[in-house]
């Protein structure tokens, strides 16, 4: 059953339409960031449309990373402020490893036959005419394709969920209009664990630095910015756009808020 309603979602267009709308998007941003741009404005919005754009930094660092690693290791941490990629271990610190690792599902991957591919042409057309259309008009298209975008693309996953679901083995149903397969997504290992069973230096070698984990621990006053910096140089910065429903951006602005709330609460109570 499972199956049938997963053809079902390609037979009924909705696959080609999340392939295209997606694509859509992509010429509608590029469209309005244009225009932003060249207005210099950093931040403009549509309140009846419910659209933010916003030009950010990017910065980009040029990170000494053995000395930074050194460093950590000496304050105690490392091992804490570590991510590990699984694919650096050797098969002996894999096969060591094991059972440590924090299991990760799964996933469906879908690769189509030419007929569920989209069409260059019918891409060329829309970027010609959503070009040709007013700004106001190019914001108002963004999203009204975003919403049904959303909802194709959760009707997707979903369908790609349940049928991993319903699959009895990793020999998956052959599908009409393309290839379906299994892929594992990466095993997360913690440091604590790699550094407990296979030393530092093997940790040294597969580990980079969760900057988010190291703000928790600047906030408890276990190193300063100051120390920090003198690994990590700014380069360049870059700008990045984004372009999003107002809401999110609320709660995008709640997040960052909660977060440095939380930081600085860390930090008196570390005082």
Known sequence: M???????FIENGKYIELLESTKQLEILRNHIREYQSISGKKRMEWQDQGVVGIF?????????????KTFLHNLGILPFVSKIDWYLLSDEEKEKMKPWVLKQPLRIC??????????????????EWSRSIKLIEQVEEWKRKKLRNDIIKGEWEREKERLLSLSSSKDLPQCDYGRISYYPTKPILRGVDLYRICGQEVLFNCNSIDMSELE???AKGFLKKSELSAYRRIIDIRLRYTLMELHKEKRRNEYYQGRLSYLSNLSRNSD
């Open 2 to 8: 499972s199956l049938k309603d997963f053809q079902a």
């Open 56 to 68: 950010g930094e990017n910065r980009v660092y040029d990170n000494d990373i053995e000395g930074l």
């Open 216 to 218: 928790i621990y600047m």
């Open 110 to 127: 879908f690769t189509p036959k030419k007929a569920c591919t989209l069409e260059v042409s019918r891409l060329k057309n829309y970027e």
